[in-house]
């Protein structure tokens, strides 16, 4: 199967910056896309950002272009997601995720694998 790790959350101030990281192990050649989501306290898990493994493609919920970026570095099987001008209500539980299917990327039911997770608090 596929196991994935987050690395990279811890506090910062508002208008910091941090950069996540998820590393994925195990059948990783099924992976068709990756993907980030957010659940803060009393909210929803939320879209954040995805990838198609195979073409790069990348997408973003629509509050957050221009303030969080994606990337991937195949050789290492790892994405990255980029966070800057953090805000306070950027507070959440950022998870990474793992689609085998083709069909869609910006609902987490869709996602296979997760990752454990990794906590993001901004302070003002």
């Not at 009393?42 to 493609?57: L, P």
């Not at 290492?76 to 083709?102: F, H, I, Q, W």
Request: charged share 15%; glycine share 12%; net charge positive.
């Amino acid at each position: 199967q596929v196991q994935l790790v987050e690395s990279g959350g811890g506090l910062v101030q508002a208008g910091g910056s941090l950069r996540l990281s998820c590393a994925a192990s195990g059948r990783t050649f099924s992976i068709y896309a990756m993907g980030w989501f957010r659940q803060a306290p009393g909210k929803d898990r939320e879209f954040v950002s995805a990838i198609t493994w195979s073409g790069g493609n990348t997408y973003y919920a629509d509050s957050l272009k221009g303030r969080f970026t994606l990337s991937r570095d195949n050789a290492k099987n790892t994405v990255y997601l980029l966070m800057s001008s953090l805000k306070p209500e950027d507070t959440a539980v950022y998870y990474c995720a793992a689609k085998v299917g083709s069909s869609g990327w910006d609902q987490y039911r869709l996602y296979n694998y997760w990752g454990q997770g990794t906590q993001v608090t901004v302070s003002p």
